[in-house]
């Protein structure tokens, strides 16, 4: 009887905490061609050049126009390019397969320094991701399945690790406005999450397949990569009411 009232409790517990957790429904408004970048997957948005950066499955990293043009390509390449970040002058790559980040300089994309991260499993189901959290001044690695946040310093040494129970997967994420926002490819989801805990606050769902990378540029619009289909969708700002 007492285990039963027990359950019952956590029960209870779990759905409350559910229940507070925001749900909205979220359309695109476009979406533009990347035929010319084989499997895109992750973008992000610079504000100081306007452009965006855009990584490839096949290990490349692209920088393009307001207009979705490639003004230029790194020459260092990887094998299988999953998550792209930009901090100060400089513009940091996960490469899934082998376990590594990659260092480039923003002005020029020329190779600045490689770090070798940790991570057991699968060779495609590792990081697909990299944002760096601003509110705990740390890298944030995130793998695929079991979604795992993980926690790095600037030169790539872990300091925390985080199971993720709030989608199936988690293909991307992005620092935005002092928010943690976490893209699901199989939820089709962009998920917003306590910074320092990594729980989830709000649901967003996309009519997006297999989404991949997410970004968003200076006006709040939220830009989101299919790599299946090589385009970028457009959205406008993140809804604020049910």
């Keep these: 009887m007492k285990l039963y009232i027990l359950m019952l409790f956590f ?24 035929n010319k970048i084989p499997e895109p997957s992750d973008v992000v948005f610079d504000k100081e050049t306007k452009h965006y950066f855009i990584v490839s499955d096949y290990g490349k990293l692209f920088e393009c126009d307001s207009n979705m043009h490639i003004v230029g390509k790194a020459k260092a390449e990887g094998l299988d390019f999953e998550g792209i970040e930009i901090v100060d002058s400089f513009i940091y790559v996960s490469d899934e397969t082998p376990r590594k980040v990659y260092k480039y300089r923003k002005s020029d ?59 199936r997967n988690i293909a991307g994420a992005r620092w935005h406005n002092g928010e943690l926002y976490l893209l699901s490819s199989l939820d089709a989801a962009i998920i917003k999450c306590d910074p320092l805990n990594y729980l989830p606050t709000s649901y967003y769902n996309i009519n997006v397949l297999n989404p991949e990378g997410i970004a968003f540029d200076e006006d709040n619009n939220v830009f989101i990569v299919s790599d299946d289909l090589q385009r970028i969708y457009y959205f406008n700002k993140l809804p604020t009411t049910n």
Excluded: M
């Design 109 to 167: 994309l020329s190779l600045v320094a490689t770090y070798t991260v940790s991570w057991g499993g699968a060779a495609n189901k590792a990081f697909e991701s990299i944002c760096y959290n601003y509110r705990k001044n740390c890298f944030i690695l995130v793998s695929q399945q079991p979604a795992t946040v993980v926690e790095y310093t600037t030169d790539f040494k872990e300091i925390g690790r985080y199971k993720f129970n709030g989608a």
């Design 11 to 34: 029960s209870f517990l779990f759905s409350v905490s559910d229940a507070q957790i925001l749900r909205y429904k979220f359309n695109h408004s476009g979406f533009e061609s990347l």
